[in-house]
């Protein structure tokens, strides 16, 4: 879809409410940002950046986004016109990619992930860095985590209602990793955020809740795994969870599956401090009629 082409950005946004959903999340690509700061990926069909930014001088050369109504007019544009249509109908949520899942995508010049398989091996450099040049990537990391924080707060200037930060990698990173090269950035970020609009941590099938809890997020968007009464004990109530019925049974599901599903989900997640969704993001080939039970259930359980 053309950068410039607004109309079926806002048509595509406004899809789910087709299906009954309570809110409305911005349609963009997650890479969306980067092309201002130097990084300008070609689709073929997956995104593709021809050279990869592994060096220092690369590093260097990506420019600041210190301008975001100039250099990200297209997002604003769209959420103007969003906000428009919906009229107050429902609320409209922005959202950024977290630096380390955009960092995978600038060092691997792809997609670090292979869709239905996990880790790609296009992303060995990405591993090979956090090991022999650490200091480089936290230079990377520290670019974009200065560019996500204008853009978020771009996007709430112009009208989002909350805003959510994906850490879609997060499922293929050992704790340590993710508490070096994941963890003090998300922190940073939601610092720095305007403190008015709530902000949805998401960290791809991640069960490190404690460091989850930690960043300073208002809601953690939690996969699968993550057993959501026991994570709301250890929490001690204090911070509310988004999830998590599994994606996988979703498509693949009965109707009585699904159904099932959600009233366990909303029993672990009990009355207050919980938003019903998904473990991560719709499978494509997910049948429509599963996703309109889905919906139809959460307001009817």
Same mark, same amino acid.
């Given at each position: 879809?053309?950068?410039?082409?607004?109309?079926?950005?806002?048509?595509?946004?406004?899809?789910?409410?087709?299906?009954?959903?309570?809110?409305?999340?911005?349609?963009?690509?997650?890479?969306?940002?980067?092309?201002?700061?130097?990084?300008?990926?070609?689709?073929?069909?997956?995104?593709?950046?021809?050279?990869?930014?592994?060096?220092?001088?690369?590093?260097?050369?990506?420019?600041?986004?210190?301008?975001?109504?100039?250099?990200?007019? /297209?997002?604003?544009?769209?959420?103007? %016109?969003?906000?428009?249509? !919906? @009229?107050? &109908?429902? #609320?409209? =949520?922005? +959202? *950024?990619?977290?630096?380390?899942?955009?960092?995978?995508?600038?060092?691997?010049?792809?997609?670090?992930?292979?869709?239905?398989?996990?880790?790609?091996?296009?992303?060995?450099?990405?591993?090979?860095?956090?090991?022999?040049?650490?200091?480089?990537?936290?230079?990377?990391?520290?670019?974009?985590?200065?560019?996500?924080?204008?853009?978020?707060?771009?996007?709430?200037?112009?009208?989002?209602?909350?805003?959510?930060?994906?850490?879609?990698?997060?499922?293929?990173?050992?704790?340590?990793?993710?508490?070096? /090269?994941?963890?003090?950035?998300?922190? %940073?970020?939601?610092?720095? !955020? @305007?403190? &008015?609009? #709530?902000? =949805?941590? +998401? *960290?791809?099938?991640?069960?490190?809740?404690?460091?989850?809890?930690?960043?300073?997020?208002?809601?953690?968007?939690?996969?699968?795994?993550?057993?959501?009464?026991?994570?709301?004990?250890?929490?001690?109530?204090?911070?509310?969870?988004?999830?998590?019925?599994?994606?996988?049974?979703?498509?693949?599901?009965?109707?009585?599956?699904?159904?099932?599903?959600?009233?366990?989900?909303?029993?672990?997640?009990?009355?207050?401090?919980?938003?019903?969704?998904?473990?991560?993001?719709?499978?494509?080939?997910?049948? /429509?009629?599963?996703?309109?039970?889905?919906?139809?259930?959460?307001?009817?359980?």
């Amino acid at each position: 879809m053309s950068q410039t082409d607004v109309e079926s950005a806002v048509k595509i946004s406004l899809l789910p409410k087709r299906i009954g959903v309570d809110a409305i999340i911005v349609y963009k690509d997650i890479l969306t940002p980067l092309a201002p700061m130097g990084a300008h990926f070609r689709f073929d069909p997956g995104p593709i950046l021809n050279p990869p930014i592994r060096t220092q001088a690369q590093v260097d050369a990506l420019r600041p986004v210190d301008e975001p109504p100039t250099q990200l007019a /297209f997002t604003g544009n769209v959420i103007r %016109k969003l906000r428009e249509t !919906l @009229n107050e &109908e429902l #609320p409209l =949520i922005g +959202f *950024a990619g977290a630096p380390l899942t955009l960092a995978f995508f600038l060092i691997a010049g792809e997609s670090p992930i292979k869709r239905g398989e996990g880790i790609s091996e296009k992303a060995a450099p990405v591993f090979r860095m956090m090991e022999e040049a650490p200091e480089l990537l936290h230079r990377l990391l520290n670019k974009l985590t200065e560019m996500t924080v204008n853009y978020l707060n771009y996007q709430i200037s112009e009208g989002v209602q909350i805003v959510q930060l994906f850490e879609s990698i997060a499922d293929v990173l050992p704790r340590q990793i993710y508490e070096e /090269f994941a963890f003090p950035y998300h922190q %940073k970020i939601f610092a720095e !955020l @305007n403190p &008015e609009v #709530p902000g =949805i941590l +998401f *960290a791809k099938e991640c069960n490190y809740v404690d460091l989850m809890h930690r960043s300073g997020a208002n809601v953690l968007s939690v996969g699968k795994c993550v057993d959501l009464s026991k994570a709301k004990a250890d929490t001690n109530g204090a911070i509310a969870f988004q999830g998590n019925v599994d994606n996988d049974l979703l498509r693949d599901g009965t109707l009585a599956d699904i159904t099932a599903a959600v009233e366990t989900c909303l029993k672990q997640g009990g009355k207050t401090g919980h938003i019903l969704n998904l473990s991560h993001g719709l499978h494509r080939d997910t049948p /429509f009629e599963n996703v309109k039970h889905f919906v139809h259930i959460a307001k009817t359980l």
